[in-house]
T-cell receptor
């Protein structure tokens, strides 16, 4: 069974640009969550999608957005990039949502560098 | 408020010895799940072990066990017979049933296994 696939693995962008990251969850998983990981802030929750609907959203500015398609693949977009957006962006897929025992399976992440 | 606290930024252990990584959490939700993940330098988060708030026994998975002390709100990870490949970042995480249910992470502990 294929794992969670994130593309691209590495990305370099210039301040002010926008970027789109992609995540393909494990087949059959309907929940996709996104996290931003930085050395200073650790792992911070961005948002979760389930069946094409955003269930939860973390405390990030509106420049961060996402969506989920009918095949459960998800994209996240960051507009007007800032230097502080440089981070490892991790995607996690889960079989279901709304349960405490639902394990999250993570992709290898996209490392975004903003220059 | 910080939901998950990992007070050990770094830990060292001798190969073949056991090590305990600390995790305390804060919740008023009676139903929650606690998870431990390992993150090697490659970046991918690897699920290790799960403990539910209603589980009567401590969870175990191979060399990993979880020392769950509900009244103290602690969920320490014990790794027995440490191996060089155990060197990585370790994250404690929690899902609450009522509070949006997204997975929130602690700051992590960097474990280094010495030969």
């Amino acid at each position: 069974k294929a794992g969670v696939t994130q593309t691209p693995r590495y990305l370099i962008k210039t301040r002010g640009q926008q970027v789109t990251l992609s995540c393909s969850p494990i087949s059959g998983h309907r929940s996709v969550s996104w996290y931003q990981q930085t050395p200073g802030q650790g792992l911070q929750f961005l948002f979760e999608y389930f069946s094409e609907t955003q269930r939860n959203k973390g405390n990030f500015p509106g420049r961060f957005s996402g969506r989920q398609f009918s095949n459960s693949r998800s994209e996240m977009n960051v507009s007007t990039l800032e230097l502080g957006d440089s981070a490892l962006y991790l995607c996690a897929s889960s079989l279901a949502a709304g349960r405490v025992n639902t394990e999250a399976f993570f992709g290898q992440g996209t490392r975004l560098t903003v220059v | 408020a910080q939901k998950i606290t990992q007070t050990q930024p770094g830990m060292f252990v001798q190969e073949k010895e056991a090590v305990t990584l600390d995790c305390t959490y804060d919740t008023s939700d009676p139903s929650y799940g606690l998870f431990w993940y390992k993150q090697p330098s490659s970046g991918e988060m690897i699920f290790l072990i799960y403990q539910g708030s209603y589980d009567q026994q401590n969870a175990t998975e191979g060399r990993y066990s979880l020392n769950f002390q509900k009244a103290r709100k602690s969920a320490n990870l014990v790794i027995s017979a440490s191996q060089l490949g155990d060197s990585a970042m370790y994250f404690c995480a929690m899902r609450e049933l009522l509070n949006n249910n997204d997975m929130r992470f602690g700051a992590g502990t960097r474990l280094t296994v010495k030969p």
